[in-house]
């Protein structure tokens, strides 16, 4: 017999196996040593709500039958290596999953990717922090995996109307990831153990047939009136394929201007502008689970997520943690010389000294009238003069402009910053004079108000850090509702977080699936109607 059974138990009970265990076999009136009935837990997730932690477990029980197995999916690769080819620009999260389901639907990916493979990029990432060196075409968003690989690896994702999360956590469980990812509520991999799985995930599209092509650069399409056939690479090479799938993230801005200059319809985005801010996680873990020092063997690092309404000169924006990083560091995520962005990321174990997280203002086209004369490159261009001062005033560098939490909110420019996870280091300025006044003015009045939600947040032991100006795309490239096409070019299929129809490495996932699906179905019942003459 099989049963579930909801569980509501102490840190230690919940996270270490023999007192999970002994704990429920006692409050079910089961002897320890009862072979016959497994027990095992299939969701975690912590409640730090009230002075005592608790961790609200749901778990299985089996009775006197075999455990079925955790993971219900059976992925079917066959190899398409004659198959029509599908061209995929991208690999990262939402390129290899629309590779994969490709290749399930029976078509062979080609994945076309500017960046290096995920273990020759490291070489280029080191350079960035110890030399300060950019390689436009190797950094921490472009490459195998995109951005999402180096990264703090979070699959939590509020997008289930779009597809199949549980499916997405198999496949990564599949090809590594441990399968605490499927138990987890807010599931994460960490910057040290995604790089084997991506390198799994491509040579699982290898072995069936499919390409990965490194170090190619999309530099044109090859057009047929209003249809796409292919694409033209910056050695010259042309490759066609059935249809195209975009997926070139939220940084390929080449791509974005190459869409402009074709004329193919693209338009401006609101998206979200700010900072990192770094705490000590001690401080964070204080706040969060209400302890001493130290938060204890059991509990994971704490986390954070706030959210405030500001208002400045009458118009009211949300401010809001983005992407926190808890026990991680921030890394220089520039993808050209002469800016300077930075993001964050964890190991798996999220052990660091620090907690970091994006504090960043939600940025509306009616906030950039002075840019508006460049249409839909609106928001991408101030994107780009705002990464520019932050390099100007960083001393023309990776070194980044940085101050003081409480001196920010005081307007006074901190007279020595804190130590820093961030490795090219940290200079201190006003931060005045990286971000216009509608962002800093409305950090400022959340600063203060997030310190009523979790207090002792705010706090000159703190630091904000900048800029943290990618949080999405500041382009949108339109695509139909139902098919996912783009409404102008045919076979084209705008996905993920480049084109502004993801938030993550699951939702851009998902979004890769579908489109993979979206365009082979449109080309098997082409097929099909040229079969029988219609």
């Known amino acids: 017999m099989k049963k579930e059974i909801q569980l509501t138990l102490t840190p230690r009970e919940a996270f270490d196996e023999e007192a999970f265990q002994e704990t429920v076999r006692s409050r079910l009136g089961l002897p320890t040593s009862d072979a016959s009935t497994l027990i095992r837990q299939i969701r975690r997730s912590i409640d730090a709500r009230s002075r005592q932690v608790k961790v609200n477990v749901t778990a299985q029980v089996f009775e006197n039958e075999p455990a079925a197995p955790i993971r219900n999916l059976h992925f079917d690769y066959p190899f398409v290596g004659n198959e029509d080819p599908l061209i995929i620009i991208g690999a990262g999260p939402a390129g290899l999953f629309a590779a994969l389901r490709a290749i399930e639907l029976g078509v062979k990916p080609i994945v076309i990717e500017r960046g290096k493979d995920v273990r020759s990029r490291r070489r280029d990432l080191a350079a960035i ?15 195998e995996g995109g951005a999402g690989t180096y990264s703090d690896g979070k699959l939590y994702t509020r997008s289930k109307k779009r597809g199949d999360i549980r499916r997405i956590l198999e496949i990564f469980v599949a090809h590594g990831a441990k399968e605490d990812i499927l138990i987890e509520a807010h599931p994460h991999i960490g910057t040290n153990k995604l790089p084997p799985v991506v390198a799994a995930l491509r040579q699982r599209i290898l072995d069936s047939g499919g390409e990965v092509l490194f170090e190619t650069k999309v530099v044109d399409f090859l057009l047929e009136g209003q249809e796409i056939k292919g694409v033209i690479c910056e050695g010259g090479e042309k490759i066609k394929g059935i249809g195209v799938v975009l997926a070139t ?39 969060q689970y209400h302890c001493g020092a130290d938060r204890g063997p059991y509990l994971p690092a704490s986390s954070y997520s706030l959210v405030e309404q500001s208002t400045y000169q009458g118009i009211q924006r949300g401010v809001f943690s983005f992407c926190m990083c808890p026990g991680g560091f921030i890394v220089p995520s520039a993808t050209a010389p002469g800016e300077v962005v930075v993001n964050g990321m964890s190991p798996s174990r999220r052990d660091g000294r620090f907690a970091n997280s994006g504090m960043v203002v939600a940025v509306e086209l009616e906030d950039l009238p002075a840019f508006a004369s460049f249409g839909p490159l609106a928001s991408l261009r101030f994107q780009q003069e705002i990464e520019r001062k932050a390099w100007e005033m960083g001393g023309r560098s990776q070194t980044a402009p940085a101050q003081r939490m409480v001196d920010f909110v005081n307007r006074k420019v901190s007279t020595d910053l804190l130590p820093t996870s961030y490795q090219p280091g940290l200079r201190s300025v006003d931060m005045d004079t990286v971000l216009p006044p509608f962002i800093t003015e409305r950090l400022r009045m959340a600063f203060v108000s997030f310190d009523r939600k979790m207090r002792g947040y705010f706090t000159n032991d703190a630091q904000i850090i900048g800029v943290e100006s990618r949080t999405s795309s500041p382009v949108k490239i339109p695509r139909d509702r139902e098919t996912l096409e783009h409404p102008q070019i045919k076979r084209l299929y705008p996905c993920g977080e480049g084109a502004g129809y993801a938030g993550g490495i699951v939702s851009a996932a998902m979004d890769g699936e579908r489109c993979a699906e979206k365009l082979i179905a449109k080309y098997k019942s082409t097929q099909e109607k040229q079969v029988h003459g219609l």
């Open 129 to 143: 922090n110890k030399e300060h060196i950019v390689n436009p075409e190797s950094n921490y968003c472009f490459g």
């Open 249 to 287: 993230g939220h940084s390929a801005r080449d791509i974005f201007q190459l869409l402009h200059r074709r004329e193919i319809q693209i338009e401006a985005k609101p998206f979200a502008v700010g900072v990192r801010i770094e705490h000590s996680q001690q401080l964070i873990d204080q706040i």
